[in-house]
């Protein structure tokens, strides 16, 4: 899927929930100095961060098929190996990284399968692939849930994001064994983004950022005031903080493939 909207947009959409996901999932694949790493599907770069933070930017490779993200990727730092492409055709040669990670990308690619053999192929033989997606199947990431919600009061039986690769508890982990690595564990994390009213929450879906935002702004006008209306009766008048729950797996590269 193609992710069009300027980088601040997309932060103030998905990018507010990094600042927990990534050290979660970071911790998850055991990312520490010293180690070479690959953020695949990097987006403007909220995990990169996390990794350039634990093994310096030289370590850091990322990689995303928009290019106005790969740009703000690359503010981070300019040691980071960024690039323009898709995780199915990885650009760097069979086992140059320690661990290589996606976070909320595998429900995006045009083919996972091949996304999930080329993250393997481009990590050494007992290095980690690890990847994450919203728990969207059964409605642990609060943001998208309540306004899925509210679009089915207007749309009943919409499946919204429900039927995205990874998004039920044990769909990355099966995907991980089937191509073939090994030791795979996987589970929750746990996120968090604060709201400072009901605008900071609904304005960033109009920007037509992912799956949500882009159902939104297609639907009629009077369609959308409903939506919204469903949302703000579903949350609190002042401030507020949702929870987020994402599905991850980690598994091990085999010594011969
Ligand atoms: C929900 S965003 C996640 C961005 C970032 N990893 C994060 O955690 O915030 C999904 C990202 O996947 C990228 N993407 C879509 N299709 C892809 C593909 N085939 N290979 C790699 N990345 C892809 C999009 O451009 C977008 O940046």
Same mark, same amino acid.
């Given at each position: 899927?193609?992710?069009?909207?300027?980088?601040?947009?997309? +932060?103030?959409?998905?990018?507010?929930?990094?600042?927990?996901?990534?050290?979660?999932?970071?911790?998850?694949?055991?990312?520490? @100095?010293?180690? *070479?790493?690959?953020?695949?599907?990097?987006?403007?770069?909220?995990?990169?961060?996390?990794?350039?933070? *634990?093994?310096? @930017?030289?370590?850091?490779?990322?990689?995303?098929?928009?290019?106005?993200?790969?740009?703000?990727?690359?503010?981070?730092?300019?040691?980071?190996?960024?690039?323009?492409?898709?995780?199915?055709?990885?650009?760097?040669?069979?086992?140059?990284?320690?661990?290589?990670?996606?976070?909320?990308?595998?429900?995006?690619? +045009?083919?996972?399968?091949?996304?999930?053999?080329?993250?393997?192929?481009?990590?050494?033989?007992?290095?980690?692939?690890?990847?994450?997606?919203?728990?969207?199947?059964?409605?642990?990431?609060?943001?998208? *849930?309540?306004?899925?919600?509210?679009?089915?009061?207007?749309?009943?039986?919409?499946?919204?994001?429900? *039927?995205?690769?990874?998004?039920?508890?044990?769909?990355?982990? %099966?995907?991980?064994?089937?191509?073939?690595? +090994?030791?795979?564990?996987?589970?929750?994390?746990?996120?968090?983004?604060?709201?400072?009213? =009901?605008?900071?929450?609904? %304005?960033?879906?109009? =920007?037509?950022?992912?799956?949500?935002?882009?159902?939104?702004?297609?639907?009629? %006008?009077?369609?959308?005031?409903?939506?919204?209306?469903?949302?703000?009766?579903?949350?609190?008048?002042?401030?507020?903080?949702?929870?987020?729950?994402?599905?991850?797996?980690?598994?091990?590269?085999?010594?011969?493939?």
């Amino acid at each position: 899927m193609q992710f069009a909207a300027p980088a601040d947009r997309y +932060n103030r959409f998905m990018g507010r929930y990094a600042p927990t996901l990534a050290p979660a999932l970071a911790d998850a694949a055991g990312v520490t @100095a010293g180690q *070479r790493v690959c953020d695949v599907g990097c987006g403007p770069g909220g995990l990169t961060r996390e990794l350039v933070s *634990r093994v310096g @930017a030289a370590k850091v490779a990322a990689i995303d098929p928009a290019p106005q993200f790969a740009a703000a990727c690359q503010e981070i730092a300019p040691e980071i190996d960024v690039r323009v492409g898709v995780a199915e055709n990885l650009p760097w040669p069979d086992g140059t990284f320690d661990v290589t990670l996606a976070s909320l990308v595998l429900g995006f690619m +045009n083919d996972p399968e091949q996304g999930v053999r080329e993250m393997a192929r481009v990590t050494r033989p007992g290095g980690t692939v690890a990847a994450c997606m919203w728990d969207t199947a059964a409605g642990g990431m609060a943001m998208l *849930r309540i306004f899925w919600t509210a679009v089915r009061t207007v749309e009943p039986g919409t499946p919204g994001e429900t *039927r995205l690769a990874g998004t039920t508890e044990s769909d990355i982990a %099966e995907r991980f064994r089937h191509a073939g690595l +090994n030791d795979v564990v996987g589970g929750a994390l746990s996120a968090r983004a604060d709201y400072t009213d =009901f605008s900071d929450f609904w %304005e960033p879906f109009t =920007f037509g950022v992912g799956p949500a935002g882009r159902h939104l702004v297609s639907m009629p %006008e009077r369609q959308r005031g409903a939506v919204r209306d469903a949302c703000r009766a579903a949350l609190p008048s002042g401030p507020f903080s949702l929870d987020a729950r994402a599905w991850y797996a980690c598994g091990t590269v085999p010594a011969t493939r």
